[in-house]
């Protein structure tokens, strides 16, 4: 993966992808799976829904760090795998095949077979709400992945996948941020 600019992370969750958030509590890496993202604004900070029902929350609290990364239509199956299993009892980067890499901010790992990882820092915790608010602090995209269409979850067990990409960044210029 190559670094990309940090004020363009932005446009990696734009869309709304399902995401696999990567913690570690000290001794071990974990996975969860997330479907509800957002992105809060042009600048790299973003929110997910996420609590204690989740064993990586534990962890997401305590280091006040963790990675999103972005995985694409032909991981499915890992990513619905790693949503229905526990960190409490379960490697999930081994049994679901999913490699580690060592992050350059963050002691959480990004995962090497997703498309963009954003390296991020836990700037607040809405806890009435369980959303947790991430700052950007890294981010990365591998331009040599074939398979680029990313996942949104229904929520009823069904996904939708990217299509075609649409072109009207001349008529949304006066919108757009400089550099993107």
Avoid at 89 to 101: A, R, S
Wanted: hydrophobic residues 40%; glycine residues 8%.
């Amino acid at each position: 993966m190559e670094s990309m600019q940090l004020n363009q992370a932005f446009t990696l969750m734009e869309p709304g992808p399902v995401v696999l958030v990567t913690t570690r509590d000290g001794k071990k890496d974990n996975i969860m799976t997330i479907s509800w993202t957002m992105v809060v604004d042009f600048t790299p900070v973003f929110a997910m829904t996420t609590g204690p029902w989740n064993y990586s929350y534990t962890a997401l609290r305590k280091s006040r760090e963790c990675v999103i990364a972005i995985p694409t239509v032909d991981l499915i199956d890992q990513v619905v795998g790693v949503g229905t299993c526990s960190g409490a009892d379960t490697d999930k980067f081994e049994k679901f095949m999913l490699t580690p890499v060592k992050g350059k901010h963050v002691k959480a790992p990004l995962i090497k077979e997703c498309l963009a990882n954003i390296e991020c820092k836990v700037i607040d915790v809405v806890e009435k709400h369980n959303i947790v608010i991430l700052q950007g602090i890294g981010a990365y995209v591998d331009h040599s992945r074939k398979e680029k269409r990313t996942l949104h979850a229904i929520g009823d067990g069904t996904f939708v996948v990217d299509g075609r990409k649409l072109n009207r960044r001349k008529m949304m210029q006066s919108k757009l941020p400089d550099g993107v």
